[in-house]
């Protein structure tokens, strides 16, 4: 993330901080092979302060691609995969860089690595751009990682909201997604509390505890 205490969420788009990009990827390596993770989300980070995304976005993006491609080279050596998420700026934060998944999938074609994917936080991409079947069909080939929260509220999915999650998981599952499914939601009180959406949606699709059980007969 940089530093944080200096405003900063990310570097990897932020011109003139390459070195110190580079010193928090070797970190965030070692981290992940210590805990045994296969992806390390890229975080592109915030427009600085006092210029114009407009004016600086050129600049900015090819930052971006060249760093991504730095990344995909040392992520390879190590069998890993390179995430970047588009946050909304409508909402959560207004100076971040990547906010789209089309942003987002175009950089990424111009960077050109297949260990480099999309890490889609529905949440985002429903304040950005909603659409989000049509959405997750057309990048599903680029999609790394998937991560939920109810909008407009980021708590638990079964909470009220814009989106229908059993759907949305359904989709999912038909558009044949196999990999984890991240709540980056802020609970609306206790965690382990709130979690008990996620057994009434096991209990709904005839799961036990996320794993297939046979229907009684």
Known sequence: PGDQEAGELGLAAVPGRQAAFRQGLEAAVNYARAVGCPRIHVMAGRVPLGTDKAAVAG?????????????????????????????NNRITD???????????????????????????DLFHCQIMDGNLSRNL??????????????????????????????????HLEALGYTGYVGCEYAPNGDTLEGLGWLQAYWDSVGLQDGRAIEAAK
């Open 137 to 170: 069909e057309m990048y599903f080939p680029l999609i790394g990682h998937i991560q939920v929260a109810q909008v407009p509220g980021r708590h638990e999915p079964d909470t009220p909201g814009e989106l229908n999650f059993p759907y949305i998981f359904e």
């Open 94 to 120: 207004p100076r971040y860089y990547l906010n789209t998944p089309h942003q987002a999938a175009a950089i990424l074609e111009k960077v050109g690595r297949p260990n480099l994917k999309l890490q889609l």
């Open 59 to 87: 600049e900015m993006e090819t930052t971006f691609i060249e760093n991504l491609r730095y990344t995909a080279d040392l992520l390879s050596k190590e069998e890993m995969i390179g995430l970047v998420e588009p946050i």
